[in-house]
Structures are given as structure tokens and as C-alpha cells.
């Protein structure tokens, strides 16, 4: 009897503390437009980086509309954005130390309309203290790549 009170009270708090997160997954695409490619490495064993980006959509009034975040680890994953309205890729990497007890986070948005026909490939990279974000745009038609800037494709002030 015991055993099952303590699981029921352990799934209980999985589902209160996932209700809590105010983490909203971003939703499957069907069409998947774009890779990311996530390395991190904190560089010590007693502390530890933590990399994921939220994805917002900017309306014609340059207000970021939420659509969710995916948690990036050390992989490669595809999703889909909208080619309809601009977007913010809003990366941010957690740096935690076990022994200073101490934690830290770093935001880096990236503003893209991504375009039709076209796929887009983020290499995210977290090493050492430092961090980088490189976005390459290619035609899925002629297979060119070219790299964008990561701070171009602000239209609005202050979105």
C-alpha cells in the first residue's frame, strides 16, 4: 500500500511541476525548413550548460507572438518555421556551477523571414565561456548555400 501512495504522490508532482514550468513545447511542423545543430561543452565537470530557443513570430505591428521553445542538447534537430510572417529565434544558453553556487543565462536572438523553398541550418555552439550562432540559407531547388548575418532582419525597433 505504501509503494503505491508514494508513486501516486510521485507522479502527482511530475505533472504539478510540468504545469508549472510556463515552458510551452513549440508544436510539430509539417514542413521541416529548418536544422539546428547544438554543441555545448561548460568546459568543467563542476559546472553545466544548458542551450534552448524560444521561437516568436513578429506581427505586422512588430509584437513577438510566442509559439513555443525546443530544448537543444548535444544533437541536430528539424523543425519548421513560418514563411508567412517574420520570426525570432531567441537562443539562450544556462550556465550553472555545482561548487560557486551560482548560475547565469545569456539570450541571442536571431530575426529571419525565412522564404519559400529555401532551408535554414543554425550551428549553435556553446564553449569555453563563449558562445556562437550561425545561421546558413540554402536553396533547396540548386543546393547553394550562402551564410546569413545573424544581426541583419530587424525591421522593427524594438520587436
Keep these: 500500500m505504501k509503494t503505491k501512495y508514494f508513486y501516486s504522490l510521485v507522479l502527482l508532482s511530475i505533472l ?7 515552458i510551452k513545447p513549440y508544436p510539430s511542423q ?4 529548418i536544422s539546428i545543430t547544438t554543441s555545448v561543452d561548460s568546459g568543467s565537470f563542476f559546472s553545466s550548460v544548458k542551450a534552448e ?3 516568436f513570430s513578429i506581427d505586422t505591428q ?3 507572438i510566442y509559439e513555443g521553445s525546443l530544448s537543444l542538447r548535444n544533437n541536430a534537430i528539424k523543425s519548421g518555421i513560418t514563411t508567412a510572417k517574420a520570426n525570432k529565434l531567441s537562443f539562450i544558453f544556462s550556465n550553472s556551477s555545482f561548487l560557486g553556487n551560482n548560475s547565469s543565462s545569456i539570450n541571442f536572438p536571431v530575426y529571419l523571414k525565412a522564404r519559400k523553398g529555401y532551408h535554414y ?11 556562437n550562432v550561425e545561421l546558413f540559407e540554402s ?7 550562402r551564410q546569413l548575418d ?3 532582419g530587424q525591421k522593427c525597433k524594438n520587436p
Design 62 to 64: 512588430c509584437n513577438n
Design 30 to 33: 509539417e514542413k521541416k525548413n
Design 139 to 145: 536553396d533547396t531547388k540548386t543546393n547553394t548555400r
Design 121 to 131: 541550418d543554425f550551428i549553435v555552439s556553446y564553449k569555453d565561456d563563449l558562445y
Design 150 to 152: 545573424t544581426e541583419d
Design 53 to 55: 530557443v524560444d521561437i
Design 16 to 22: 504539478l511541476f510540468q504545469g508549472c514550468s510556463g
